[in-house]
């Protein structure tokens, strides 16, 4: 897979649009964007919906797809998971790790996030590491020791060169589906942070890693929060679920 141009969007349906509500979408996005994005746009349906979305897309490989969780084991007794083998055998090129969803809603550890990752790496997907602080980490100055605890726990069962191919996403807990976005400012500074340390882990490579922010992007703020130092892409729930609002943020900040 050709890697990723910056700035990336990335779209998470979350437990929304089935195969039918899938087609249709792709339908409108593609009629909305026509020509492939300067960047690199992938979307994250529902595990059920992927195959739909990925056959939609059959005369666009520029856009790509990705699952929203994975399990931690190669395969097994495991009712109602998937697996990185049975992802990446649907189509899947990336997969999110760590969203604060399933971190806080399903008890996640960082242990947990840094076997998935792996796993992950293991069988040709890119992870997309997430990471972020809530609103009570924030208030009490704890920022920075959350993000780099989630971030270098979430890494370290891979291999210097693995982690030169993941994809970081910084998603305040507090932003997420609230309507309350970080300012630039407020993003630039964690990215800052998030990159200082990729790169006193793998060297050099660690400037090319794309870091994401996500919490409540939407096509009135995009272009501002692309703008912001380090800051390298965009992973986008709620304002990814209308095919012209989607299309409005992936054109930001590629012109
Ligand atoms: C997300 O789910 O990763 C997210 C950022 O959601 P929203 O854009 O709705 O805040």
Redesign the pocket.
Known sequence: MPPHTRPVF?A?W?MNVGPTAAAAFVESFLAASPTPSNGTVILFPSALALATVRHALALRQDIRVGVQNIHAEEKGAFTGENSAIIAADAGAAYV?VG???RRHVFGETDAETARKCARAVEHGLVPVL?VGETIEQRERGETEHVVLHQLRTGLSSLSHDAVADVII?Y?PVW?????R?ATPEDAAVVHRVIRAALVELVGEPGRGIPILY?????PVNAAALLGADQVDGV??????LDPASWAAICSAGTT
Do not use: D, P, Q, R
């Not at 932003?175 to 309507?179: D, E, S, Y």
């Not at 992973?235 to 990814?240: E, F, P, Q, Y």
């Open positions: 990335a998470n979350k999110l969203h604060s969803e997430c996403a998603e932003a997420i589906g609230t309507g976005t996500g919490g409540s992007v939407t992973l986008v729930g709620g304002a990814s």
